[in-house]
């Protein structure tokens, strides 16, 4: 722990972003999951997906 | 690509490891991450708009913009925000806005913003996956891309890499492209949005410097 930290900890905390997990709640369970999932692949690279081609999503929800 | 198979399952946020500011910051990102992916569906409305109170009071910035971003949840047809989206962001060579960052980041040279933003992403083991075309810039992913490193930890390297990644492809961009969004005639939700984004990053710009 540096010195910084905990005056930056005070100063989210200040700044009302600790709002409740219940964002998670909100935003990345109600699909369609845009992005990221994280994990190990072969115990040896964590594997990210980037969104979906956007155009393709609205080609698909559009109509 | 890089990847191969992913589990369709998200995966959980390291919960023990995150302090409880990282993990909402974590959520805002992957909020903000959903909400310039694609408009959304009648679901999120209705989440966002029974959770008006999650940020604190009406004199703290971030509770009063979220408070209204929750407001304009309540009575929004998803099928308009769809076309509002759409108009906003999508139109081939017509977007009102666009949400690709490099934009805002250098007048010329896009290209080798992308290209460092590639580069950095491999350094990361973070890539594409399938068939995606989108350029790595746009908003949604370096959204994204801060939602994974939040939920590394709240250790000071982790904080660092945050730092580094955020201030070299969102802090130069987020007041522009926010600024472009509040512009635009004829949208009401999405600048709701960009309200508590603009808010938001300007708390992280500032916390960033603390660090």
Sequence with gaps: MDKAKPSRRNFLIAAGATGAAAVAAIGAKTVPQPAATSQKEDGKRSGYKLTEHIRNYYRTTLV | MSATRLSEAPVPIGESALSEEDRARADLYALFARLFYAAPDLALLDSLARH?????????????AWRALARAARNVDPEALTLEY?????????????PYCSH???PTGRERIVVA???ELRDLELGRIGDT???EDHIAALCEVMRHLVSLGSDDQ??????QFFMRYICAAYIQLT???LGTAATQF??????VMRVFFDVESQSFEMV
């Design chain 2, 52 to 64: 008006e109170d999650l940020f604190g009071a009406d004199y703290v910035p971030l509770g009063q």
């Design chain 2, 190 to 195: 999405y600048k709701d949005v960009a309200r």
């Design chain 2, 133 to 135: 075309h989108e350029p």
């Design chain 2, 158 to 163: 982790a904080i660092g890499r945050q730092k």
């Design chain 2, 104 to 106: 805002y980041l250098a």
């Design chain 2, 86 to 98: 759409d108009s906003l962001f999508v139109g081939v060579g017509k977007s009102q806005v666009t």
């Design chain 2, 179 to 181: 600024d472009e969004i």
């Design chain 2, 117 to 119: 933003l590639q580069d």
